[in-house]
Nanobody, 131 residues
Framework: QVQLVTSGGGLVHTGGSLRLSCVAS????????IGWFRQAPGKEREGISC????????YYADSVKGRFTISRDNAKNTVYLQMNSLKPEDTAVYYC????????????????????????WGQGTQVTVSS
């Protein structure tokens, strides 16, 4: 069955870096979009980055553009989110997710990932940025 395992979170100071990993199993990773989401305390879960199937397109929310980079290693069945220049407002639980269908524009151009279009979720990893 489809499984996503998220890891790599932790506690860092402002300006620090972390690399999150999302290890996938139960499906062919390259055939599906993968999205990264985050949820801060008291806030809704938001999509911050995604990569489309076959890496045809990537998306970054304005809040992370220029600081975060999404990448995929199909040989390791893993999608990464490299996070640099972290800020206290990046503090949140981070999740990776994938849609149940390889079709559809779940990550394309300026269309970011929507929680309503992604069906399988990792367990989340906590990122805390201290000031």
């Amino acid at each position: 069955q489809v499984q996503l395992v998220t890891s790599g979170g932790g506690l860092v100071h402002t300006g620090g870096s972390l690399r999150l990993s999302c290890v996938a199993s139960g499906f062919t990773l390259d055939d599906y979009a993968i999205g990264w989401f985050r949820q801060a305390p008291g806030k809704e879960r938001e999509g911050i980055s995604c990569v489309s199937k076959s890496d045809a397109s990537t998306y970054y929310a304005d809040s992370v553009k220029g600081r975060f980079t999404i990448s995929r290693d199909n040989a390791k069945n893993t999608v990464y989110l490299q996070m640099n220049s972290l800020k206290p407002e990046d503090t949140a639980v981070y999740y990776c997710a994938t849609p149940s269908s390889p079709f559809g524009y779940t990550c394309w151009g300026d269309k970011g990932p929507s929680i309503y279009e992604y069906d399988y979720w990792g367990q989340g990893t906590q990122v805390t940025v201290s000031s």
